[in-house]
């Protein structure tokens, strides 16, 4: 069967491919759906690489693997279960990956594998595949232009994004008009070019020359300023513009590197480790070629054969390489096994490529990647060959590098993951292809409170479109005891949250009972509460994510490193308050100012009407609290009287003056307090800077952006109401007046983020709101529909309305508009998802799983990564060692607490540090409770003394204490026997 080459393109499901648009981009997206890929060979590496690109959405995908399945096959092979033994591994497997994506054909190639039937392919992947016949079919490829991903060569690759970040641009604050032509930006941002770079230019005011020309070529000067070269000849710069980056495409030839190699590094740790795996794969293969199948796992003859052939190769070389018989033997004992991690992380990586080769965009390995983790074998391996041999197992292929107790180790594991999304389901499918949890001990707890979404299923593979408003967590465990019926009864699946409220659920005997966490969340508090579960009951926590295509692991081992919580990100940058308001100059000011105005208009007035139908307290108290009570009072009025709409027509009117207001009239306001040609004390124009002059907006009823604010914002004020009709808005609009809008004088505006507007409201002007409210006892039941926000959902105005109202704004100030695409992603806070970096993610968390599993006791046999497929970049470290702190002689970490058995009363307790410790307590708390202070005096002081720490605890937050509760955590201020006040662990205080 051959695939004839076609430029046809279907049409960008945006729905589906949500997450992964914002990592490649449309244009790229566009490449790739006319790119027919050819995958040989379908063991778990074929099959990882198959699945990613299949769920990427390439134009096609065609199968080449003729062979018969043998259980074997079944360790990483996930598309294959038990029943396809004896059938073709391509004719088993094309359909089930053909279930991945609608859009993707999925087709098989009959007969030989010759020239003839590849050279339609636009990109050819060999896996399991001989030397040889790689070495063939990549001079054919490359005399005709095809690119070819395995172990050796492809084709001159063009770049047209290296590094796929968007591009920079800033605010310019001056041009020198000079031979060298500097450019300045504003004092607070950094440019962020790099010397030879290209940028162009817009909105410059004075040297207009330079708007919209070809881009220029740029040598840095500093932090805030670049050169672009002769300027003398312009205009004289006046204000304003901004320079945008161009990124240029690059060309990097790939030539045939057998025996000179250039190698991307994977662990500067392992520095010299690729030069010797290079000579040591090629070993392999030459064994192959001589014996027919690979070395016999851990056979000191196969082994010290494979040693041979490595020093072999290496003398053929002009450059000699130092060689490590350990690792090449390493190499030579596991050979023949086939680990899922392993698979995951290099199809992810090969997935990757193939999408590059197809797109354009990023930079391509070049041109030699090697990876290896023998850290994660145990320590002091069985020698006797047998507990390595094929036992007609599933797991032949990880008993071939680990052993058969190993094996058992990983099945009696008990195991817990927290969230089923897209790093979960990979998780899952490595867990089952590995046996985790399948033994008489082994379990895998699951939860995930999450429904499925169509844009899941672009990169979570466990779940298909029949799978949509299903729960995650009960569809993935259904998919992977189809991978392997040894998971059936083995998984335990939850529909909770985790935190404080559902500790009753995940209690003590729970966590205890684990042997280890995995979690797979997409918000940092969670994680953060999952961390100092897994503190308090001191079990590893295994910790992932990704962003587009980088991803980090990180590894908490109890005893050994420090914690998740140990270590954060710096704040997200907020945008100031009167820059919002007032001064937006970027399309994401714009956007988030939209954003707001949704709250704003659709969700918290409606909230305050049905607090204030249902809470008989609320008006006195919203009066009492003052700060924004007027406008609180102002939005329950306006609600249930001057805005309550009685048909559709009032919804569409009130739209229309909202547009009023917004566009037009605060514009007006802005300018009449601060006209156009104003002047600062210091003698500058006020609108300099990054403060741009805007325009107000006169209403079009033609206009599609003006059109659809009414629309959707009738529609969405109607649906707090309940109503919803857009079938004659048109109509509607004819007959609104709108009345001239007048400036007011002794209006304030608030300019700079530190100043404050002082808002006196005199209390009888509040009581003149309240009394023109309707009483609730009026309008029994009536209740208002608050607009939750949902960006996923192509049908309920909630982007549209942000984007018609953002875009609006941006026109006021004259910034580009963006359009839904963009808006949503960051009106949403969308984060970039692609399936290549999950796989290769979970693929590093699992290789760190088996070293919790080997019960690894060193900080040096563990790693955090963090990778950039798109650069390629790939870092590894040692996991952080755990801060210690010490009082008197002890010494101690986070890891560290002080145990106690029973329920003491307060002087007991108080006694037991003192004689035990030499510590004086000073201040106990439980939670936010205060049991005990220094301070404390008098009958109040002796009465707590003689409580039980329990009914202390249940008397100070008049709360009882759950009966699922075991122990107490409480935290103590002390002095040392110095009289020093000193940091010292928490205690854990048992009461039942």
Known sequence: MEIEPTTEQHEIDEGLYSRQLYVLGHEAMRKMGSSNILIVGLKGLGVEIAKNIVLAGVKSVTLYDPETVKIADLATQFFLCEEDIGKSRDSVTAPRLAELNQYVPVSILKGELTNDKIRNYQVIVLTETPLTKQLEINDF????????????????????????????????????????????????????????????????????ELNDSEPRKIKIIGPYSFSIGDTSNFGNYITGGIFTQVKQPKTLPFVKSLTKPEFLVSDYGKFNRPGQLHLGFQALQSFVGK?????????????????????????????????????????????????????????????????????????????????????????????????YAPCNSRYDGQIAVFGKQFQDNISNFRQFLVGAGAIGCEMLKNWAMMGLGTGSRGIIHITDMDTIEKSNLNRQFLFRPLDVGKLKSE?????????????????????????????????????????????????????KYMDRRCVYFRKPLLESGTLGTKGNTQVVIPYLTESYSSSQDPPEKSIPICTLKNFPNAIEHTIQWARDLFEGLFKIPSENVNLYLSQPNFVESTIKQGGNAKEVLENISNSLVAD????????????????????????????????????????????????????????????????????????????????????????????????????????????????????????????????????????????????????????NYHIDFITAASNLRAMNYGIQCADRHKTKFIAGKIIPAIATTTALITGLVCLELYKIIGNKKTLEDYRNGFVNLALPFFGFSEPVAMPKAKYHESEWSLWDRFD???????????????????????????????????????????????????????????????????????????????????????????IR
């Not at 063009?158 to 001056?174: C, F, K, R, W």
């Not at 998971?487 to 009753?504: A, C, F, L, M, W």
């Not at 079938?727 to 609104?736: A, G, H, R, T």
């Not at 939670?927 to 009958?939: D, H, I, R």
């Open 141 to 208: 490829t490359h005399a005709n232009g095809i690119h070819f991903i395995s172990t050796d060569v492809r084709e001159n690759f063009v770049i047209s994004d290296v590094t796929g970040e968007n591009s920079l641009s800033g605010m310019i604050a001056a041009i020198s008009k000079e031979e060298d032509g500097i450019v300045t930006c504003l004092d607070d941002t950094r440019h962020g070019l790099e010397d030879g770079e290209y940028v162009t230019f817009t909105e410059i005011k004075g040297m207009e």
């Open 291 to 387: 014996h027919g199948s690979f070395p016999r796992p851990h056979h000191e003859g196969d082994a010290e054969e494979i040693l041979q052939l490595t020093k072999d190769f290496n003398e053929q070389c002009e450059e000699k390489t130092e060689i490590d018989d350990k690792i090449i033997k390493q190499l030579a004992y596991g050979a023949a096994g086939d680990l899922s991690p392993m698979v995951a992380v290099i199809g992810g990586l090969v997935a990757q490529e193939v999408l590059k080769a197809c797109s354009g965009k990023f930079h391509p390995i070049h041109q030699f990647f090697y990876f290896d983790s023998l850290e994660s074998l145990p320590d002091n391996l069985p020698q006797n060959p047998e507990e």
């Open 475 to 527: 569809c993935a465990a259904s998919a992977i005891a189809k991978m392997n019926p040894h998971t059936v009864s083995k998984i335990n699946v939850y529909q909770d949250r985790v935190g404080p409220e559902t500790e009753n659920v995940f209690n003590d005997d729970f966590f205890e009972s684990l042997d280890c966490v995995t979690n797979a969340l997409d918000n940092v508090d969670a994680r």
């Open 644 to 795: 309550k709409p009685y048909s559709f027509d009032h919804c569409v009117k009130w739209a229309r003056f909202k547009f009023e207001e917004h566009y037009n009239n605060n514009i007006q306001q802005l300018l009449f307090n601060f006209p156009k040609d104003s002047i600062t004390s210091s003698g500058t124009p006020f609108w300099s800077g990054p403060k741009r002059a805007p325009d107000p907006i006169v209403f079009d009823p033609e206009n599609e952006i003006h059109l659809e604010f009414i629309i959707t914002a009738a529609n969405l004020h109607a649906f707090n109401y309940g109503e919803s009709n857009i079938d004659y808005v048109k109509k509607i609009l004819k007959e609104v007046s709108v009345p001239k809008f007048i400036p007011k004088s002794g209006v304030k505006i608030q300019v700079q983020e530190n100043e404050t507007i002082q808002q006196n409201t005199d209390e009888s002007e509040l009581r003149k709101i309240v009394h023109s409210l309707p009483e609730p006892s009026s309008i029994p039941g009536y209740r208002l529909n608050p607009v939750v926000f949902e960006k996923d959902d192509d049908t």
């Open 900 to 990: 106690i058995e029973g329920d003491l009363t307060l002087q007991e307790f108080l006694n037991y540090f003192a004689n035990n410790h030499e510590l004086e307590v000073t201040m106990l708390s439980c939670g936010v409770s205060m049991l005990y202070s220094f301070f404390l005096q008098g009958k109040r002081r002796e009465e707590r003394k003689n409580m039980k720490l329990s009914q202390l605890v249940e008397t100070v937050s008049k709360k009882p204490i759950p009966p699922h509760v075991k122990a107490l955590t409480l935290e103590m201020c002390v002095n040392d026997r110095n009289g020093e006040d000193v940091e010292v662990p928490y205690v854990r205080l048992v």
